[in-house]
């Protein structure tokens, strides 16, 4: 099937700065692709859905000031966390669905973020 | 909104079969989904299946859907230590660039 990649796979940094998450699809392209975290032994809860050269659609509660999304490319949508804090600590998945293929939605392995 | 609801723990026997089931709320979902996560890792689609169908089998996974009665199950026939993991349900409305609604996971513990 597609696959869907994250860069990088864990990341440790202090209060107060920022992070960059990289999502790409690797052999396909997709106009849309999801950002999904994911709580300590909790469900996944998207967080925004990242347009390709457009302006990303925020979830309720998520603040868009501080997860900063940008879907550059067909095959490449960042996220980063800004002025990070210890409670953004989480675990960050994206998912895209391939434009030429069916229904399924791929997603990549996942971010840990821990901020210290 | 759509909601999705999952027992939270299931614990089997190596050799048995395990049902996991899921209940879904909105009536319009097109696409029902079964994701599979191993501890530290990320999501793996197991399966999934269109409205219009009942059942989908694929080698050791059974799906049923009871469209009406809005429950989803997956069964996993002769359960291996390997198939510990917590398991997903998801839904989506229709395909297309949506998101899915998931379940809160449950934890599938096999005893050897």
């Known amino acids: 099937g597609a696959v869907v990649s994250q860069h990088p796979s864990r990341v440790i940094c202090k209060s107060g700065t920022s992070v960059k998450i990289e999502c790409r699809s690797l052999d396909f392209q997709a106009t849309t692709m999801f950002w999904y975290r994911q709580f300590p032994k909790k469900s996944l809860m998207l967080m925004a859905t990242s347009n390709e050269g457009s302006k990303a659609t925020y979830e309720q509660g998520v603040e868009k000031d501080k997860f900063l999304i940008n879907h550059a490319s067909l095959t490449l949508s960042t996220l980063t966390v800004t002025s990070a804090h210890p409670e953004d600590s989480s675990f960050y998945i994206c998912?895209?669905?391939?434009?030429?293929?069916?229904?399924?939605?791929?997603f990549g392995p996942g971010t840990r973020l821990t901020v210290l | 909104g759509e909601d999705v609801e999952q027992s939270l723990f299931l614990s089997v026997r190596e050799g048995d079969s395990s049902v996991i089931n899921c209940t879904y709320t909105d009536s319009s979902s097109t696409y029902l989904y079964w994701y599979k996560q191993e501890p530290g890792a990320g999501l793996q689609l197991l399966t999934y299946i269109f409205s219009n169908m009942d059942m989908k089998q694929d080698q050791r996974l059974t799906v049923l859907l009871n469209k009406k009665d809005k429950h989803l199950s997956l069964r996993i026939a002769d359960t291996q230590t390997g198939d510990s993991a917590i398991y997903f349900c998801a839904e989506s409305t229709y395909s297309g660039n949506t998101p899915l609604v998931f379940g809160k996971g449950t934890r599938l513990s096999v005893i050897a």
């Open positions: 998912s895209a669905r391939d434009l030429a293929g069916g229904d399924e939605q791929f």
